[in-house]
């Protein structure tokens, strides 16, 4: 594929992320690994296209932590999760905006919690902070399920100005968070290491096809006619 088309398929897909219910593309994520292993492969190394040094170090870091490697396979950063962030958000102002902001809110956030940056703390540090994140992100889920509710009464439809539960305050934590650890997977699962992570066994043709007895069994347990 020619590197016009291939630009215009990742700015596509990029700029599809922050379109409302928009879900990745996997045929078009894995141009942008490709676009960066052939600038690799080019050049010797990926120049980082969006962010300062610290921003992408940080980056890497957290998708080291949300996808980390095992026996099975490498991390999120083996599979260029930064290099897909950066590529993406080179692409897309609205998704530069979340990251450039969210980075500075996490800092910010570490700073006051433990006077240093994200990247100069200790993991346990960093492990916890992101707890903090996933909690968070829960009681707001729970919140807003609350709200509407509380919204779709009758008796309560002219209060819609009012709130169940007050916003968490670590809200834009949150929110950026949701990104970074979304684009984190879903570069993992799109690369090279990803695909062969899933076992993933596509475009090949099966003179047979045979469904697991796991899976018999189980729909047998479910059903009326079992012995």
């Known amino acids: 594929m020619s590197d016009p088309n291939r630009r215009e398929i990742i700015r596509a897909l990029a700029l599809s992320l922050t379109a409302a219910g928009a879900a990745m593309d996997a045929e078009a994520a894995q141009h942008v690994h490709q676009a960066a292993a052939s600038e690799k492969a080019a050049k010797g190394s ?28 490498g991390s999120a950063v083996d599979a260029g999760a930064p290099e897909f962030i950066d590529t993406l958000a080179s692409q897309n102002p609205k998704i530069a ?36 994140l996933v909690e968070a992100d829960k009681a707001e ?64 043709g099966w003179s047979k096809y045979e469904v697991p007895k796991e899976a018999i069994d189980w729909a047998m347990s479910r059903s009326p006619f079992k012995a």
């Open 141 to 204: 889920r729970e919140r807003k399920g609350e709200e509407l509710v509380y919204q779709r009464s009758a008796d309560y439809r002219q209060f819609s100005n009012y709130t169940v539960k007050r916003p968490s305050p670590l809200g834009a934590g949150v929110v950026f968070f949701d990104w970074v650890r979304k684009m984190s997977v879903d570069a993992f699962y799109t690369s090279p290491i990803g695909i062969k992570d899933l076992d993933y066994r596509g475009n090949r």
């Open 97 to 132: 905006e979340i990251f450039h902001g969210g980075l500075a809110w996490l800092d910010a956030e570490m700073r006051q919690r433990h006077g240093k940056a994200f990247t100069a703390c200790p993991e346990a540090q960093q492990t916890g902070m992101l707890d903090v």
């Open 46 to 73: 990926y120049k980082v296209k969006e962010f300062q040094p610290h921003e992408y170090k940080t980056i890497a870091r957290l998708a080291e932590l949300i996808v980390p490697a095992d026996s099975v396979s």
